[in-house]
């Protein structure tokens, strides 16, 4: 972002007015009226009009904010960085970050006032080249603030580039101006990709006299991603099909899970030889294993409403906060086992698919994605949001609150195409309608009791629908679909 | 905006200062009654009207610091000092004058920042020296008009604007000695 403000001027303030007007006047009445008192009254006045007029900043400043880092975990911290080009003679730098929806700021106010040392004795800044004069240690009514990790695990406490540390305000000369750092600490709430910290900045000179600003700051994008909760499941994929992974498969291959012993045949590999049974039957014997497979696992998060209050991390939870969560807790879990894993996303514009892979670069990609969802904004119909083209070896999750009766026909579409579908109901459980109104509390109760009835069809049609409930949500479910899988099914292709 | 509105959103704040500005807000508002307290130490009547409107416009200067408000106040204490002080070179002028400086440093040190800022030392000493160094001066000024009265020297403009020349080069000076 390039800097701005370069063209706002130093003006007189209120304070400068005064003393000038206030004090030339009651200087003048003393002299007319022949009244010394009115002239001592005037001195204080007078000298500080004077003080100001001379030490009055001569050129322009520019000002330039920055965030440290752009993406982030929820609950992390990064630093809002405001650098200003000094003039010679500017006192103090005060700089506000605003308000942002999900985004803490420390100190809470979004204040720092820094203030400038002079360079030397006459009020200008020193030609000499100085790389990084660190002066003031910001302090603030809350004491320090404990900075947390960026997303890529670097420190926020540790220095930046230019050396500078973490207390707030910093001052440091390039060429001949000088350039003040003051930082607002920037704590990301909630999960997604937002404008955070519209900020002024001011600067003043000595008796705050003169102020230049205050001058606009741009909002700055910041994505969080979502903060995975916490996902375990003991059960396997049903279907795994591919080459490398933990799940066991049904054909036996060369795995670490214990098939059987048999007899040696030819390609065997002589450390599987089972040298006890070889030597009582006088026939060499091998140890069968079955293969480790991987499986295909396919989250399809649905961004058509979101329901519910959402207070951030470690607050009430609203069902899209749910549903995104346990998105990256599931994906994160079957990605650690070596699955892969593809997501699709319904309801929502932008990057809406992320195609099946592995590995722990996938899971950021993975989160990427989910970060960037905005609520409801797909206007296609919702026919035509689904695609996934998946073979019946896959297994989906769909996430959903359930709410839009869309969900659970898509989930009915995809079982029919011999999908494995898994439903995750991620409405809040103690959501309550905090309307006024009697039939809009009546209109909410009702939808509730038609969405317990399509949920009753849905599992009567075979497909699982189980609430989130973190670790352990699925391994009762997947434990059914693996005995399921060797069953025959008629499916619609 | 209403005139409700606009007094809901001052006192709004109001509450938010923090400790450093509640300070500074609190000189702006004792200081304006300080300066009619001297007058009354120099023989002023004391008049229930001058009291209530010397109290309201610290309140207004208290709410709108960074405004002319602050003027309007130092206007109406000049006049009521020009008014009912009779003694030119009474020595509790040099309080009152300090008060009126405490007054002008207090309202635009607090203009100067938003109310929920705190100041950093820097600042903090940075002002509370010049306060000092001017009020310094001041005491000085006091003594030549007081020396001058003793002396009885024949009236002379000439003289007058010589000392406020004089003012200007001590302030110089003393900028440059005292940041």
């Known amino acids: 972002m390039p800097p701005i403000g370069g063209e706002v001027p130093w003006r007189p303030t209120a304070a400068h007015v005064r003393a000038v007007l206030g004090g030339t006047a009651l200087a003048l009445a003393a002299v007319l009226l022949r009244r010394p008192d009115l002239l001592v009254i005037a001195t204080p006045l007078l000298v500080v009009a004077l003080w100001s007029t001379l030490t009055r900043p001569g050129t322009l400043l520019s000002a330039e904010a920055r965030l440290r880092q752009t993406t982030l ?37 979004g204040v720092r006032v820094q203030g400038v040392r002079e360079q030397d004795g006459h009020g200008h800044g020193s030609q000499e080249q100085v790389a990084q004069t660190r002066v ?27 050396g500078q540390g973490d207390d707030g305000q910093d001052e440091r000369m390039a060429g001949s101006r000088r350039t003040a750092v003051a930082e607002v600490a920037v704590q990301s709430r909630r999960w997604g990709r937002r404008a ?31 903060l995975p909760a916490t996902f375990d499941a003991a059960a396997p994929a049903p279907h795994p099909s591919g080459l490398v992974g933990l799940n066991r498969s049904s054909r036996p291959g060369d795995g670490s899970e214990f098939a059987g012993i048999r007899p040696f045949r030819a390609g065997d590999r002589l450390r599987r030889v089972h040298w006890p049974r070889s030597l009582r039957t006088g026939e060499l014997h091998v140890t069968s294993t079955f293969a480790d497979q991987d499986g295909l696992v ?17 607050g009430a939870a609203s069902s899209l906060d749910t549903t995104v969560r346990a998105a990256g807790a599931v994906a994160e879990h079957h990605l650690r086992r070596g699955d892969r894993v593809g997501v699709q996303i319904v309801g929502t514009t932008g990057v809406t698919r992320v195609p099946p892979s592995t590995g722990g670069n996938h899971l950021r990609r993975v989160l990427d994605t989910l970060a960037l969802i905005e609520v409801g904004t797909d206007p296609r119909p919702p026919e035509a949001r689904l695609r996934l083209g998946l073979g019946a070896d896959a297994m989906v999750v769909m996430l959903s609150p359930l709410v839009s009766p869309v969900a659970l026909q898509q989930a009915v579409t995809l079982a029919r195409h011999g999908l494995t579908v898994v439903v995750i109901d991620t409405l809040p459980s103690d ?6 109104d009697e039939l809009t509390r009546l209109a909410w109760r009702i939808r509730l ?45 | 905006m209403s005139a409700s509105t606009r007094a809901g959103r001052v006192a709004d704040e109001l509450t938010l200062l923090s400790g450093h500005q509640r300070v500074l807000r609190l000189l702006v508002c004792l200081t304006p009654p300080a300066v009619l307290g001297c007058a009354l130490l120099a023989g002023a009547p004391f008049a229930w009207w001058v009291l209530v409107v010397v109290v309201a416009l610290g309140l207004l200067c208290v709410a709108a610091p960074d405004s002319h408000a602050v003027l309007l106040t130092l206007a109406f204490l000049a006049w009521r000092w020009l008014a009912d002080v009779a003694d030119p070179r009474t020595p509790w002028v040099v309080p ?15 203009a100067g920042v938003p109310g929920s800022a705190v100041l950093d030392p820097l600042i903090r000493q940075r002002w509370l020296r010049r306060t000092a160094v001017v009020a310094l ?7 030549v008009t007081a020396a001058a009265g003793t002396l009885q020297p024949a009236p002379s403009a000439v003289a007058t604007l010589a000392a406020v020349a004089l003012v200007a080069s001590v302030a110089e000076i003393l900028r440059r000695s005292g940041r």
């Open chain 2, 137 to 143: 001066a001041t005491v000085g000024v006091w003594g």
């Open chain 1, 298 to 314: 396919v989250l399809v998060v649905d961004a058509l409403s979101d329901v519910g209050r959402s207070e951030g991390v470690g």
């Open chain 1, 73 to 109: 975990r929820e609950d992390e911290a990064t630093t809002w960085q405001v650098r200003v080009q000094l003039a010679p003679r500017t006192e103090q730098v005060v700089c506000v970050a605003g308000p942002s929806p999900y985004v803490a700021l420390h100190p809470a106010s």
């Open chain 1, 431 to 436: 959501l309550h309608t905090r309307e006024e």
């Open chain 1, 449 to 493: 009791l038609e969405r317990e009835h399509e949920v009753q069809q849905v599992q009567e049609a075979g497909i699982p629908v189980v609430p989130w409930r973190g670790p352990g949500s699925l391994d009762q479910v997947l434990r059914d679909l693996g005995r399921r899988s060797g069953v025959p099914r008629m499916v619609r292709r």
């Open chain 1, 136 to 162: 003031v240690h910001g302090q603030d009514e809350d004491g320090r603030f404990e900075h947390g990790q960026d997303a890529h695990g670097q420190d926020a406490h540790g220095q930046d580039e230019h």
């Open chain 1, 196 to 226: 955070v910290a519209p900020g002024l900045v001011a600067a003043g000179s000595s008796w705050g006299a003169f102020r230049w600003g205050p001058v606009e700051l741009p909002p700055l994008t910041l994505t969080t991603l979502p």
């Open chain 2, 96 to 110: 009152a004058a300090l008060a009126v400086l405490v007054l002008h440093t207090a309202a635009a040190a607090s």
